[in-house]
């Protein structure tokens, strides 16, 4: 069977908006894929943040027993004065340390969703774009086969 010009025009036509769909899927999924592995680097970063204000915590948990095993042993009272203040001052910088570990953790993880949202919207503009330039392409073909336009010609420039 043998196609005509107008035939043969559509044909490619239809290939070129089926590439055009194919290939602004693929940039599509490829945003997808990149948000949802900045989503994982997020939730791990915030799980790293976690364990680490959890480490810092026990240190100055065991600094504070430390401090007051300390005095006690030296026969001070510790529940009055001085070693009080220092307790609350360790118990204060702990708590101060465990507050910007988390912080930075969430800072960090936000930063991360943050790429992944700019990753799936870049993707998703670029499928859109490069459907949309596959389907002028194929309808500018549709048009010309429709005014007797040699494919050959049109697909190389020769006459």
């Given at each position: 069977m043998q196609l005509n010009n107008t035939q043969s025009m559509n044909a490619f036509a239809g290939m070129g908006a089926l590439?055009?769909?194919i290939s602004g899927g693929a940039q599509f999924m490829g945003g997808q894929q990149q948000r949802?592995?900045?989503g994982y680097n997020a939730a791990i970063t915030r799980q790293n943040a976690a364990e680490k204000a959890e480490v810092s915590s026990d240190k100055y948990t065991a600094l504070i027993g430390k401090e007051?095993?300390?005095?006690?042993?030296a026969g001070v009272d510790?529940?009055?004065?001085?070693?009080?203040?220092?307790a609350m001052d360790t118990a204060s910088k702990g708590a101060e340390e465990e507050g910007r570990i988390t912080s930075a953790g969430k800072e960090e993880a936000s930063l991360e969703e943050f790429y992944g949202r700019q990753a799936a919207f870049s993707g998703?503009?670029?499928g859109v774009g490069t459907f949309l330039s596959g389907l002028s392409k194929a309808g500018m073909m549709t048009?010309?086969?429709?005014?007797?336009v040699d494919p050959l010609v049109?697909?190389?420039g020769w006459s």
């Open positions: 590439s055009a769909l949802g592995a900045y007051r095993s300390l005095y006690a042993k510790i529940s009055s004065g001085s070693p009080l203040l220092v998703t503009m670029g048009s010309m086969a429709g005014r007797g049109m697909a190389t």
